[in-house]
């Protein structure tokens, strides 16, 4: 009995420990595609269509796109956040009363269906505008 006990024990842990690996390999990536960001002369365009180069306003004003890290997510589901429609990871900063605070502490998170997740590199600004939240960049 307690032989049993014990490999399940163990297959248990195993199992844990390639969850949390696959979890952390998208932790650095911030929002799904489906949010809006206002880009050139009044525009928005959803995040999953921005392309490097492309010209985003910033609370600072205009910044360019350098780099897009974008993660699609093995099953589908991702633990999230819900803020003014934009769904972003538990873990990356978004700016809640003039602060930077991590979305996990302030909403509840939920798996939810994401397809990928994306992540920006601006050229001279770390804070981007995704449906009216400001988020951090790299």
């Given at each position: 009995?307690?032989?049993?006990?014990?490999?399940?024990?163990?297959?248990?842990?195993?199992?844990?420990m390639?969850?949390r690996?696959?979890?952390?390999?998208?932790?650095?990536?911030?929002?799904?595609?489906?949010?809006?960001?206002?880009v050139?002369?009044?525009?928005?365009?959803?995040?999953?269509?921005?392309r490097?180069?492309?010209?985003?306003?910033?609370p600072q004003?205009?910044?360019r796109i350098?780099?897009?890290?974008?993660k699609?997510v093995?099953n589908?589901?991702?633990e999230?956040v819900?803020?003014?429609k934009?769904?972003?990871?538990?873990d990356?900063?978004?700016?809640?009363?003039?602060?930077w605070?991590?979305?996990?502490?302030?909403?509840?998170?939920e798996?939810?269906?994401?397809v990928?997740?994306y992540?920006?590199?601006?050229?001279?600004?770390?804070?981007m505008?995704?449906?009216?939240?400001?988020?951090r960049t790299k």
């Open positions: 009995m307690f032989e049993k006990l014990w490999y399940l024990k163990i297959i248990f842990s195993i199992i844990s390639m969850l690996n696959l979890f952390q390999q998208v932790r650095n990536f911030s929002v799904d595609g489906f949010g809006r960001v206002n050139e002369r009044g525009l928005e365009k959803l995040v999953k269509n921005l490097v180069g492309d010209e985003v306003m910033t004003g205009k910044a350098v780099n897009i890290n974008k699609d093995v589908g589901f991702y999230m819900e803020f003014n934009m769904l972003i990871t538990q990356h900063e978004i700016m809640i009363y003039d602060e605070t991590l979305p996990k502490d302030v909403k509840k998170v798996f939810v269906k994401c990928s997740l992540d920006f590199e601006l050229d001279n600004y770390k804070i505008t995704v449906n009216g939240n400001n988020i």
